[in-house]
């Protein structure tokens, strides 16, 4: 890529390396797909500060010429049409889309989990990133043989538009399902979703006004954050302890804010593995009661516990209709069903129907009649118990590995299920740092601050579990650490008495 700058131009230097780059692209020279060089390299060979490059890439970006992803650097995006003879539109631009987002856009996050999503489906990299089942345990026979079913004997009726609330006979299980787990909800009190999340964005629009306060714990799922603070929600973060949220602060930010909602993830939340306890839960109730703030629950993990046994739900435990249930087949089978559940009061589900008509209509059809089919033949419960074990082992295997690389000053937390290790580096470390050595050594996970709405856990990373194998596991934890040796500059320490790095590591 040639690019020759005229420093005696009056046009700016960035300008002139957008045009040319621009030409090139327009020229077909450099074809969609084609990396350009990184911009600390390319302003290093013109000669210019990097500052200028990073301008000139900006514009070709907001020409839609350009696109930047992490982990795979900036690459040609666009090149016009000229097989249709007319010359005069290779040179029309594409409007300039950036200038005509609405305010809830520009409120949207940098798009981080479809990037992680990427990695994930790299062959060649250990993804500790993602948390989501391992593809060797996706029941993919069963429900091969159930659809391969419903199909000759159901027809087209698999392939017809579906109530907005969802395939009542679905509806009906999951309301004994939840029965069995304490929950009273009938099936009219159920909407499916195309997965939890859309239950968030659901509930964002008909609850939350531009201003709104809304309380999360401190670090919480990304999905959530980016959901309220598209909705324009004030985000009010409440610290935790091994209990889960502090109810002292959560008190304290109830009382003086009044917040339209409350956000918590109280069995092994993401990303910190925390479990609320029982007593933390009834405590939680009396407090919302009291100034009668509505919860959501969200519930991903329940049914992937390892140890301690199961543990009863918030909604298990309201008796005042405060708590909004939200949980989802995706951890549970496999991530492409995006297929969850909603339980809410009667009132309440009225106005979320209305909004998911106009989301979706009502949620994939196929999906539901088979997992409804799945459900009823008793599949769900045998596939539980055996994904519990092997990610039970996986956990283990981790957080062996942790205890065997881990250099001085890494601590982490001990999940007793779920899919995820939360992990504080030494002090004067951040993960951003790590993650850069990490990722050009093949490995990647998730640095600690995007789960923080108002700032702070840079010292922070998560690791997952359930996508990789025990040995792959192994490696990954062993290529961590020894980045984290290069950046701390802790010597080769692995092989100390591993009783004391077990003390010296727990986090929680």
Same mark, same amino acid.
Not at 301 to 322: I, M, N, R, T
Not at 382 to 402: F, I, N, P, T
């Given at each position: 890529m040639k690019i020759n700058l005229d420093r005696e131009s009056r046009t700016p230097l960035y300008l002139q390396i957008k045009n040319q780059v621009r030409q090139l692209i327009l020229g077909r020279v450099l074809q969609p797909g084609y990396r350009l060089p990184p911009e600390r390299k390319l302003a290093a060979a013109l000669g210019v500060n990097r500052s200028t490059v990073v301008n000139a890439y900006r514009e070709l970006e907001a020409d839609g010429l350009i696109e930047s992803h992490v982990g795979r650097g900036t690459v040609v995006k666009y090149v016009p049409d000229r097989e249709s003879g007319d010359e005069a539109y290779s040179t029309v631009q594409p409007p300039a889309w950036k200038n005509l987002f609405s305010s809830r856009a520009s409120r949207m996050f940098n798009p981080f989990i479809s990037d992680m999503l990427e990695l994930v489906t790299s062959e060649d990299t250990i993804s500790l990133a993602v948390g989501v089942p391992a593809r060797e345990f996706h029941p993919s026979e069963d429900f091969n043989n159930i659809i391969s079913g419903l199909i000759n004997k159901e027809g087209g009726c698999l392939f017809e538009h579906g109530p907005t609330a969802g395939h009542y006979p679905l509806r009906e299980y999951l309301a004994q399902f939840m029965r069995n787990k304490g929950i009273q909800a009938g099936p009219d009190n159920i909407i499916i979703l195309s997965g939890s999340q859309q239950g968030l964005d659901l509930a964002a629009k008909v609850l939350i006004e531009p201003g709104d306060p809304v309380v999360i714990e401190e670090q919480t799922y990304m999905g959530a954050i980016q959901v309220f603070a598209t909705a324009g929600a004030r985000i009010l973060s409440v610290p935790m302890d091994e209990e889960g949220m502090r109810l002292d602060i959560l008190e304290q930010l109830v009382s003086r804010y009044r917040p339209k909602l409350i956000y918590t993830q109280p069995t092994y939340q993401n990303p910190s593995g925390i479990t609320m306890s029982g007593s933390r839960r009834r405590d939680l109730l009396r407090l919302v009661y009291r100034f009668h703030v509505p919860v959501?629950?969200?519930?991903? +993990?329940?049914?992937?516990?390892?140890?301690?046994?199961?543990?009863?739900?918030?909604?298990?435990?309201?008796?005042?209709?405060?708590v909004i249930y939200l949980s989802t087949f995706s951890k549970m089978l496999f991530p492409g069903l995006r297929l969850g559940w909603m339980a809410a009061p009667a009132d309440l589900v009225r106005q979320l129907l209305m909004a998911k008509q106009l989301d979706d209509l009502h949620t994939n059809s196929l999906a539901q009649w088979a997992v409804n089919k799945y459900c009823r033949e008793g599949l769900?419960?045998?596939?539980?118990? %055996?994904?519990?074990?092997?990610?039970? %082992? @996986? @956990?283990?295997?981790?957080?062996?590995?942790?205890?065997? +690389?881990?250099?001085?000053?890494?601590?982490?937390?001990r999940p007793a299920g779920g899919f995820h290790v939360w992990c504080r580096l030494p002090e004067g470390v951040q993960a951003g740092?790590?993650?850069?050595?990490?990722?050009? %050594? %093949?490995?990647?996970?998730?640095?600690?601050?995007?789960? +923080?709405?108002?700032?702070?856990?840079?010292?922070?990373? @998560?690791?997952?579990?359930?996508?990789?194998?025990?040995?792959?596991?192994?490696?990954?934890?062993?290529?961590?650490?020894?980045?984290?040796?290069?950046l701390s500059n802790t010597g080769p320490d692995h092989k100390k008495d591993t009783r004391h790095v077990r003390e010296e590591g727990q986090l929680f």
């Open positions: 959501i629950e969200d519930d991903p +993990y329940s049914e992937l516990c390892f140890e301690g046994g199961p543990v009863s739900s918030l909604k298990s435990l309201d008796a005042a209709d405060h769900l419960q045998g596939h539980l118990e %055996k994904v519990r074990g092997e990610y039970h %082992k @996986r @956990r283990d295997a981790m957080l062996a590995s942790l205890a065997e +690389y881990a250099p001085s000053g890494l601590r982490w937390s740092s790590l993650l850069a050595y990490s990722v050009e %050594k %093949k490995v990647a996970f998730v640095p600690g601050g995007i789960f +923080y709405a108002n700032g702070g856990g840079k010292e922070m990373f @998560r690791l997952s579990f359930s996508r990789c194998s025990p040995a792959r596991i192994r490696k990954g934890i062993s290529i961590i650490c020894d980045a984290l040796r290069d």
